[in-house]
T-cell receptor, first 110, second 112 residues
Framework: EADIYQTPRYLVIGTGKKITLECSQT?????MYWYQQDPGMELHLIHY???????EKGDLSSESTVSRIRTEHFPLTLESARPSHTSQYLC?????????FGPGTRLTVL | SQQGEEDPQALSIQEGENATMNCSYK?????LQWYRQNSGRGLVHLIL?????REKHSGRLRVTLDTSKKSSSLLITASRAADTASYFC????????????FGKGTHLIIQP
């Protein structure tokens, strides 16, 4: 098991709420990533970070934002959740040779 | 845009049989990786093959890469019930965004 954690595992909320998905890793990796995955579909990169104070947008446009104040912590925030944000969000760390994934947060917006 | 595409989308075999999954991609790559995802969980890295390699082994896994056809295959020998999962290929195309590009995956079911 990789030392990368995500909370919550499941979240059901109403439209318009602000949410933050937490991701932390204890492997000391500089690079961290957020992917979005719909059921039975491929993963899409939405955000990544090279290290502290570095954040970049990925291939898939997302209304979410991220921050990287500490090496081990890479939270994702949605200011106003909508039903279209319903998906699974996977956090990863590592590099292009190997990425270590957290268990994911399954988000449902009603 | 989607880079890797796995084939078949789903595969069901008996325990003990071999399972083969294929992946095709569109652009040139630095490496290709295979990941396993158990239901409701994150992905686990299985094996990486670099663009200058043609075949690689790891335990019961065998991966081949044909850069001229832009395709890869993953063979799992002597399958076990615990191998039931979705398998994704992922490519590093050396592009600007520093993540991997994943295919849609093959859902493998091993029947006891």
């Amino acid at each position: 098991e990789a030392d990368i954690y995500q909370t919550p595992r499941y979240l059901v909320i109403g439209t318009g709420k602000k949410i933050t998905l937490e991701c932390s890793q204890t492997m000391g990796h500089d690079k961290m990533y957020w992917y979005q995955q719909d059921p039975g579909m491929e993963l899409h990169l939405i955000h990544y970070s090279y290290g502290v104070n570095s954040t970049e947008k990925g291939d898939l446009s997302s209304e979410s934002t991220v921050s990287r104040i500490r090496t081990e912590h890479f939270p994702l925030t949605l200011e106003s959740a909508r039903p279209s944000h319903t998906s699974q969000y996977l956090c990863a760390s590592g590099g292009k040779d190997t990425q270590y994934f957290g268990p994911g947060t399954r988000l449902t917006v009603l | 845009s989607q880079q890797g595409e796995e084939d078949p989308q789903a595969l069901s075999i008996q325990e003990g049989e071999n399972a083969t999954m294929n992946c095709s991609y569109k652009t040139s790559i630095n490496n290709l990786q295979w990941y396993r995802q158990n239901s409701g969980r994150g992905l686990v890295h299985l094996i990486l093959i670099r663009s200058n390699e043609r075949e690689k082994h790891s335990g019961r896994l065998r991966v081949t890469l044909d850069t001229s056809k832009k395709s890869s295959s993953l063979l799992i020998t002597a399958s076990r019930a615990a191998d039931t999962a979705s398998y994704f290929c992922a490519t590093d195309d050396g592009g600007g965004a520093d993540g991997l590009t994943f295919g849609k995956g093959t859902h493998l079911i091993i029947q006891p």
